[in-house]
């Protein structure tokens, strides 16, 4: 076997001659045997041992014959079987290294897409906040816009409710100096009326003297009542 390491020495077959040989070596075979016989009778000696020549093996004479092939032993079929489940193995580590080589690759591509969106992310996050920035910038001008615009629509009514007390006092003042404007035509009538008297008393006094005419008396209130007339109509 494949196992065994000692060599094995193949028996050559036997001839007609060496048969013949045999069958003519019976006598002296048998002779031999009784001289043994004889020989053991006698008593044997400790000290006398026989010196054997070492046997040394002739080569094996080529047989024409092929030999016939030995059966594989238990341990053969362990070990082939071994063999043949290490090669599977084999086999299906070098697929499993062919799919992991493929799946590296789609881990590459996905490392760099990811890659990609985690910049395009940082890109939109900055937009975002760029965007959140112009938004509150904006909502502020908004609520100023907004504040700006109550004052003015407050100020407007101010203005409205002072332009319309402005133009109630015109009125009013237009109603009052309409008012005393006719008061000074009718002084002013008034005055040309006790003028008139006045004249007209004087003349008399001239003419007919104290007795006929009115007391000094009299003259002097119509004089302050004329002054007074004058004043109002100057006011």
């Known amino acids: 076997s494949p196992c065994d390491p000692s060599p094995r020495v193949l028996q050559p077959t ?27 009778s006698e008593p044997s000696t400790p000290a006398q041992t026989p010196l054997v020549a070492p046997v040394i093996p002739t080569p094996a004479l080529a047989s024409p014959v092929a030999p016939p092939m030995p059966s594989p032993t238990k341990e053969e079929e362990n070990l082939r079987a071994q063999v043949r489940d ?32 985690q910049e395009w992310k940082s890109k939109m996050q900055e937009q975002q ?7 509150k910038e904006a909502k502020k001008e908004a609520k ?23 133009t109630l006092d015109k009125e009013m003042a237009e109603e009052r100096a309409e008012s005393l404007q006719q008061e000074v035509d009718s002084l002013k009538e008034k005055v040309e009326y006790l003028t008139m008297d006045l004249e007209i008393l004087k003349h008399e006094i001239e003419e007919k003297g104290s007795d006929g005419a009115a007391s000094s008396y009299q003259v002097k209130q119509l004089e302050e009542q004329n002054a007074r007339l004058k004043e109002a109509l100057v006011r």
């Open 144 to 166: 100023d816009a907004l504040e700006a615009k109550e004052r003015y629509m407050e100020e407007m009514a101010d203005t409205a409710d002072a332009i319309e007390m402005a």
């Open 86 to 117: 290490l090669e599977e193995k084999l086999e299906t580590l070098k697929i499993k290294r062919n799919e992991d080589k493929a799946k590296l690759k789609e881990l590459e591509k996905y490392k760099i897409q990811l890659e990609q969106v």
């Open 129 to 135: 906040a760029d965007l959140q920035k112009r938004l």
């Open 14 to 40: 036997r001839t007609g001659s060496s048969a013949a040989s045999s069958g003519t070596a019976g006598p002296s075979g048998s002779a031999s045997a009784s001289g043994g016989e004889m020989s053991s």
